[in-house]
């Protein structure tokens, strides 16, 4: 059973330019969650879906951030006009619910550099 | 609102000697509490989470209580391995209805040196 599937891993991108990242969940699980991985901050929240339904976006930048999940087989997170703070490792994890409780499975991350 | 405090961001202790990483939290209701772990370069994952009856979890030789008088789920290892050099994080997830978004932890970073 794989796991979640995150892409690419790694990604140079020049000041001012749009960076998309992709992440295929679990197969079978209804929520979606993206997260952003810095040393200062730790993990924090950005994003989530349940059953391709946007939930909670309370954690995205505004203007420049998006996110969207076009099939229950694929999400995506866009940065627009990218700026050298959007440097970070940024996570993608599915779960089978949204239950409290409910155990989240990471993907290996998409480390992001903003030159 | 609900918080989870990691107050050691780096221990570093020898191969063998016991472990305890504190997580302290705050919550209005009676939440459920998460260790994860993450070694470099890999996916963080699930290491523990809390039981609703007062069960104490254990895996891989790390166990966790889940005290609501002090409202601690501190992570325990009797002897460490050099393979337990990792980040850990603590988080929290509301009891209450449908609620997803965990509270995290900064993280606390092992070191276990020989």
């Known amino acids: 059973n794989a796991g979640v599937i995150q892409t690419p891993r790694h990604k140079v991108t020049g000041k001012g330019q749009e960076a998309t990242l992709w992440c295929e969940p679990i197969s079978g699980h209804s929520a979606v969650f993206w997260y952003r991985q810095t040393i200062v901050q730790g993990l924090e929240f950005l994003t989530y879906?349940?059953?391709?339904?946007?939930?909670?976006d309370s954690g995205m930048p505004k203007e420049r951030f998006s996110a969207q999940m076009p099939n229950q087989s694929h999400s995506t997170l866009k940065i627009q006009s990218t700026q050298p703070q959007d440097s970070a490792v940024y996570l993608c994890a599915s779960s089978a619910g949204t239950l409290s409780g409910n155990t989240l499975y990471f993907g290996e991350g998409s480390r992001l550099i903003v030159v | 609102g609900d918080s989870v405090t990691q107050t050691e961001g780096l221990v570093t202790l020898t191969e063998g000697l016991p472990v305890m990483l504190n997580c302290t939290y705050q919550s209005t209701y009676s939440p459920f509490l998460f260790w994860y772990v993450q070694h470099l370069n890999e996916a963080p994952k699930l290491l523990l989470k809390s039981f609703t009856d007062n069960k104490r979890p254990e895996h891989q030789g790390f166990h966790a209580t889940l005290h609501k008088s002090s409202s601690s789920f501190h992570l325990q290892k009797s002897s460490a391995q050099l393979s337990d050099s990792a980040l850990y994080y603590c988080?929290?997830?509301?009891?209450?209805?449908?609620?997803?978004?965990?509270?995290w932890g900064l993280g606390t970073s092992l070191v276990v040196n020989p």
């Open positions: 879906f349940r059953n391709q339904a946007p939930i909670d």
């Open positions: 988080a929290l997830s509301d009891s209450v209805g449908d609620n997803s978004k965990l509270i």
